[in-house]
């Protein structure tokens, strides 16, 4: 079982009002008393910040947006809506409480925005690996895409070491792959792989990744 932090059991509480004010935008709030079975006075309290929910109700109102949010909020691997990519991120903070994470690793090709986002809510550094590093203290693996072009990916040396747990956020699967490598040539551990796809946010354990 999973063990919950103090830092995190206050951020669930505060997530839930993020995810709120987020659902807001897409729906009136006759429609977010359907789905919450919460009176539209509680969730303007909620939503304008005069109430934070008990340790129950965010844990229930969390594993309601899991289950029905897809209803109403659409999943898109590629948007920089910051309203969509906060909640993405917070139903990815659900999935990663009790978790071992020492840094976040993305990469310029894609993610940034929501790896930041995690980070952020995981209260965690982010590393960017990128085509551009090229000095020999950096760790460096070759990406190999669909047309059999190689091109390499660098992640400053001392920025992942071996002491870390490693939370690999990306879209890409061969971009997932350099990002595995990184973290194995610098000797790290990885917690596991994040990910959103049009089904909704993803992630897999690395012992699961490996399987």
Known sequence: MKRRTQYEKV????ACIRLLRALKRYMRYRELERITDLSTATLSRYVIGELIP???RAD???????RKIHNYVPFDPKTDD?????IYAD???KKLMGLRITK???SEYDN????????ERVSKPIVIASSKLRAMENICVPIKFASDRHEPLFVPKKAIKKSDSVLIVNDLT??????IQICEKAGASITGVLWIDEGGVRFIKFEEVEG
Request: hydrophobic share 60%.
């Open 174 to 179: 061969h971009v997932r792959i350099a990002l």
């Open 54 to 56: 008990h340790q129950k």
């Open 104 to 106: 976040v690793l993305t």
């Open 60 to 66: 229930e109102l969390l594993a309601m947006a899991e």
């Open 11 to 14: 951020e669930k509480r505060l």
């Open 91 to 93: 139903l990815a903070f």
């Open 82 to 86: 910051i309203n969509l990519l906060s």
């Open 112 to 119: 940034i925005p929501f790896a930041s986002l995690v980070a």
